[in-house]
């Protein structure tokens, strides 16, 4: 009989530490377990805040654009509705006609205009010049110009000039004395040189003179 107490009596106490291992194995599983959620639920906070990021991004990207195209239809609509002062300037032949702002930018090519590396002007292009200056006295006699100057990006091989710098310089003065030379006030003429610096498309869009009318 005592025996089997005893016998008993062990085998409890097994079945009792059989259970306090599977307790403490439990309550380790139900750590890592609540652990993961924890690096669960941050994971989630965390994407969450991407997204609404992205998406405050996004509206913000979207009201740039809408306001890029209004602006764009702004100057669209005050180009069309000024005829009078932007056909006199389309309708002479190699000068393209735009608005910056509310600037009016009249380019002519400096092929146009000048040989290879040279900064006097073609006898050709004074009839161009000459319309374009008569455009301006009779519509704009008053406002402020600004001739700009303009190279490709090659450097200057065959040429008196130092560099592109220069010969833009060079070529905007030009524009600007025969300018000067068909009644446009000298005092109202500032000269820009840009150089290189603002090349186009190709080497041929990128050699140019702008004259812009400055908007007061």
């Known amino acids: 009989m005592m025996r089997r107490n ?12 059989s259970m306090l291992g599977c307790n403490n194995s439990m309550k380790t599983e139900n750590d890592l377990l609540k652990t993961e959620n924890e690096e669960l639920r941050m994971q989630y906070k965390e994407a969450t805040a991407a997204l609404q990021a992205a998406d405050e991004d996004l509206t913000r990207s979207q009201g740039e654009l809408r306001n890029a195209q209004n602006e764009n239809q702004t100057l669209q609509t005050a180009l069309d509705t000024r005829p009078e002062t932007i056909n006199i300037f389309e309708n002479i032949a190699g000068v393209d006609v735009e608005l ?51 190279t490709d990006t090659d450097k200057i091989s065959k040429s008196n000039f130092k560099s592109n710098w220069h010969l833009a310089f060079d070529r905007a003065w030009s524009v600007r004395d025969y300018l000067v030379s068909n009644g446009v006030n000298k005092d109202r003429i500032a000269i820009e040189s840009w150089g290189p610096t603002k090349p186009l498309s190709t080497k041929a869009a990128s050699r140019r003179v702008d004259i812009v009318v400055v908007d007061e």
């Open 6 to 17: 005893v016998t008993m009596a062990i085998a409890g106490l097994a079945v009792g530490i």
């Open 100 to 150: 910056r702002d509310k600037d009016l930018a009249l380019t002519v090519a400096s092929d146009l205009l000048f040989n290879s590396g040279s900064a006097s002007l073609k006898k050709s292009a004074k009839g161009t010049l000459s319309n374009v200056a008569s455009a301006l006295n009779s519509t704009y006699p008053n406002q402020s110009i600004v001739i700009m100057g303009y």
